[in-house]
Each structure stands twice: as structure tokens, then as C-alpha cells.
T-cell receptor, first 115, second 113 residues
Framework: EAGVTQFPSHSVIEKGQTVTLRCDPISGHDNLYWYRRVMGKEIKFLLHFVKESKQDESGMPNNRFLAERTGGTYSTLKVQPAELEDSGVYFC?????????????FGPGTRLTVT | GNSVTQMEGPVTLSEEAFLTINCTYTATGYPSLFWYVQYPGEGLQLLLKATKADDKGSNKGFEATYRKETTSFHLEKGSVQVSDSAVYFCALTHNNAGNMLTFGGGTRLMVKP
């Protein structure tokens, strides 16, 4: 069974440009989460999808970030326009069932560098 | 709100040394507690977890005990190996928070042969 995959693994863009990150969760996992780690600090929650619906987007930093999950399968996170402070590692995770007993499976992350 | 504090690294040990990475948390109610590990070039993997007070999570020789009285979940291993070199993250989650994970800052462990 394939794990959570993320694309690209690394993206370098200039300030003001647009970048779209993609996450493919484990097949059958209804719950999909986005997190990011900025400048070696703690990993912070961005948002949570249940199937195609946004369950919680309280961690989204501002309206330059837009997340979608069309059809409840893969998800995209678009940053437009990118700013320097958006640099960091963006992680995606998925879980089959909602509940703290159930593990969230993480992808390898996308390292975003904004210059 | 919820928060997790863990010791800053890097922690450098010789092979077969004893490891402790401290983790304390602030949360209302009864969170579940986790240790995740990130090996170089890979994603985060769940190392161990504990879902109620006094539970001990264990895996691959690592252990951590959920201590509600001290709000701690320290990670320990009796004899580390070079292959344990990684970044370790302490985290918590609440059922009533959609299971979003709250992480500590991560501790890099380097084990030298």
C-alpha cells in the first residue's frame, strides 16, 4: 500500500510568484491534514479536510493560502503571492478514522524556499 | 491553548549511551500524547503513543510514560544506536479538536559510533 505522497519535494520560487503543492493521501483515508514547519520552529497545523469538506482551517495564516480537495481524494495547497516568510517545509498527513487513537500518516514534505 | 515544550537540540551521544528527551505539555482535559520521528530524507513516523494517564508507550526500544501530575511525556532509550539519529517530535492531540496535532519544536539526536 502506497503511503502519503507529496509533490514537489522541493520548490524554489521568487517572492510574488505562485506555487501549488500537492498531496495524495493513503487510499481510503477520509481525513487529510496540512501542517508546516517554518524556520526550524515547531510544526504547526494549517487545516483539516474530511473528504472534500474543510473541517477546520483555523491554522491558515492568511488569505494568500488556498487549500482544496476536489472529490475527496488528493489535495492542493496554493500560495499566491508567496512571501519570504512562507519558506519552510509543508507536510501532509492522512488518517482513516477520526479519533486520537488513530495514527496520522505523514508524507515526506515539500520544502518551499521563497527568495 | 494547547502547547508542547521539548528540549532543544542537538543532542549528541555515543553509541550505547542512555537517551532522555524531555517533553512537557499544556492542555485542558485529557489529551493523547505522541512521539514522532523524522529520519533524514523521510516523513514523520509515529514512534509511540499514550492515550491516558500512566500509560506507557513503547516501540523499538524507546519508551515514554504519560505523567499527568507533571504534565510530561519524556522519551527514553537505554542504549542508542547510530541508526537512531533523527529528529524527534513530541505532540499531543484532542478528540474534540478534530485530531489536529500540536507539536513541540523537535529535538535532533546525533549518535556517534
Amino acid at each position: 500500500e502506497a503511503g502519503v505522497t507529496q509533490f514537489p519535494s522541493h520548490s524554489v520560487i521568487e517572492k510574488g510568484q505562485t506555487v501549488t503543492l500537492r498531496c495524495d493521501p493513503i487510499s481510503g483515508h477520509d481525513n487529510l491534514y496540512w501542517y508546516r514547519r517554518v524556520m526550524g520552529k515547531e510544526i504547526k497545523f494549517l487545516l483539516h479536510f474530511v473528504k472534500e469538506s474543510k473541517q477546520d482551517e483555523s491554522g491558515m495564516p492568511n488569505n494568500r493560502f488556498l487549500a482544496e480537495r476536489t472529490g475527496g481524494t488528493y489535495s492542493t495547497l496554493k500560495v499566491q503571492p508567496a512571501e519570504l516568510e512562507d519558506s519552510g517545509v509543508y507536510f501532509c498527513a492522512s488518517s482513516q478514522v477520526l479519533g486520537s487513537f488513530y495514527e496520522q500518516y505523514f508524507g515526506p514534505g515539500t520544502r518551499l524556499t521563497v527568495t | 491553548g494547547n502547547s508542547v515544550t521539548q528540549m532543544e537540540g542537538p543532542v549528541t551521544l555515543s553509541e550505547e549511551a542512555f537517551l532522555t528527551i524531555n517533553c512537557t505539555y499544556t492542555a485542558t482535559g485529557y489529551p493523547s500524547l505522541f512521539w514522532y520521528v523524522q529520519y533524514p530524507g523521510e516523513g514523520l513516523q509515529l514512534l509511540l503513543k499514550a492515550t491516558k494517564a500512566d500509560d506507557k508507550g513503547s516501540n523499538k526500544g524507546f519508551e515514554a510514560t504519560y505523567r499527568k501530575e507533571t504534565t510530561s511525556f519524556h522519551l527514553e532509550k537505554g542504549s542508542v544506536q547510530v541508526s537512531d539519529s533523527a529528529v524527534y517530535f513530541c505532540a499531543l492531540t484532542h478528540n474534540n479538536a478534530g485530531n489536529m496535532l500540536t507539536f513541540g519544536g523537535g529535538t535532533r539526536l546525533m549518535v556517534k559510533p
